[in-house]
């Protein structure tokens, strides 16, 4: 009896141990076991994207696009193409800031499969290039917590949007916590805009957190032959 005790106690003290590691490292990190799947995911995204980036823009796509004149509104015409191809939790860009010292593949669609896998992209609002405020959701604490600093993000810091068609510099505005039923803050606002939301405060998700961001400029514009900047 002594000994299944014994074997008990220090079962149940490793068990604890395990459990307090766990939280820790979500306290001062992310959650360790959803990021460990989100890990694996990415390294599906990663290759998903580079077979998107080789099919798109296809030959026909880029002769579309140079019939447009203007470098921004051929840059639209191509993520007019590109949007109706992609499906819900698809690999479709990349988002870049360096300021937090993120790198990381986003996905089509918010759904929670969808933001599993990273940073996922309303379907609701413009691709990038398109008219209107493009928006970006990602985690905090979980499924390597991609915009856990988000609230670090100062006005004038850059956010890099790749996409398979064009890269898009944006420069951040400012923060702002918002209920989750303001929906407002998709609105269209005369130039575009990139808004990147993630659940308020840590470990709730009683409210949002948004930051935005105006584009300055697009460059590495896939349109064969010289890239070109706008």
Known sequence: MDRALHILSVALITAGVVILADVAATLVWQEPTSSLYASVK?????????????????????????????????????ADLLEPQVQT??????????????????????????????????????FPGQPGTTA??????????PFRHLDALKEGDLVE?????????????????????????????????LVLTACHPLYSASQRLAAFAKLERIRSVALGGEQGSG
Do not use: K
């Not at 599906?44 to 002769?63: G, K």
């Not at 990349?94 to 992209?121: K, S």
């Not at 970006?136 to 917590?145: D, K, N, P, Q």
């Open 136 to 145: 970006i959701a990602g985690h905090r604490t979980t499924y390597l917590a």
């Open 161 to 193: 949007i790749e996409m398979p068609y064009a890269t898009f510099d944006y420069r951040i505005q400012g923060t702002r916590v918002v209920e989750p039923t303001d929906v407002g803050i998709l609105d269209s606002v005369g130039y575009q805009r």
């Open 42 to 78: 990415q390294h599906d995204a990663d290759s998903e994207l580079v077979q998107l980036e080789q099919a798109f823009p296809a030959p026909a796509d880029r002769r579309v696009a140079r019939h447009v004149h203007g470098r921004p509104q051929q840059v639209g015409t191509l």
């Open 89 to 126: 939790g698809q690999a479709i860009g990349r988002v870049v800031i360096p300021v937090i010292g993120l790198d990381i593949i986003m996905v089509q669609g918010t759904n929670t499969a969808d933001l599993a896998q990273g940073p996922g992209h309303y379907a609701s609002t413009p």
